[in-house]
């Protein structure tokens, strides 16, 4: 018992909370704004609402909503992500920073948002797999959305056409904010 103990103390707090992060979340990519490195865990018992998203797009609009919709909830545990991808008609070209000046001047983006990434084909990144996976829906177009429960292990897929302040959604994430 005070060994175990002892080892705990010694272990970096990195290494304790990815331990207890659900597999799902154990993932980790770059900041758009700085490109350093951060972790999906930072999240673990939130509920994430996670969105590949893209400047050039019509539903580009839904950064709006997504952006009231995290400003709305996230007192209270909802985490709305945004990873950029260029994968659906070529719209989302800019770089890193061109993306996060849009994000940030355009629309006051503050939620989180990572590097520019691919979600399709053979390059899509092992977190996408993941959601793919669990939900058994693959993102079609821009502004695809995936609601994660606050265990890491419920996952449900949202088409584009699903505004942020759809009532079906909306029931979902309060329904994933009540659970333990």
């Given amino acids: ?23 799902l979340l154990n993932h980790t990519f770059p900041r758009l704004q700085d490109e350093k490195p951060q972790s999906l865990c930072q999240w673990q018992g939130k509920v994430l609402l996670v969105v590949n998203t893209a400047s050039y797009c019509g539903f580009t609009k839904q950064y709006d909503g997504l952006e009231k919709l995290y ?14 991808t260029n994968d659906f008609g070529e719209q989302e070209p800019g770089s890193n920073k061109e993306i996060a000046d849009f994000c ?13 990434t691919t ?22 177009w821009n502004f695809y959305k995936y609601l994660i429960d606050r265990r890491g292990r ?11 302040d759809d009532k079906k959604l909306l029931a979902k994430i309060e ?5 333990p």
């Fill in 154 to 164: 419920e996952v449900v897929a949202y088409s584009s056409f699903t505004a942020p």
């Fill in 71 to 84: 400003a709305l909830l996230r007192e209270r545990g909802l985490v709305v992500v945004g990873f950029p």
């Fill in 175 to 179: 329904e994933f904010l009540t659970r």
């Fill in 119 to 140: 979600v399709k084909g053979k390059e899509m990144n092992p977190f996408y797999r993941e959601l793919i996976a669990a939900s058994g829906t693959t993102p079609k």
């Fill in 104 to 116: 940030r001047l355009t629309y006051g983006v503050e939620f989180p948002m990572f590097a520019k």
């Fill in 1 to 23: 018992m005070i060994r175990t103990f002892l080892f705990l103390m010694l272990l970096p707090l990195s290494a304790l909370a990815n331990e207890s992060c659900p597999p």
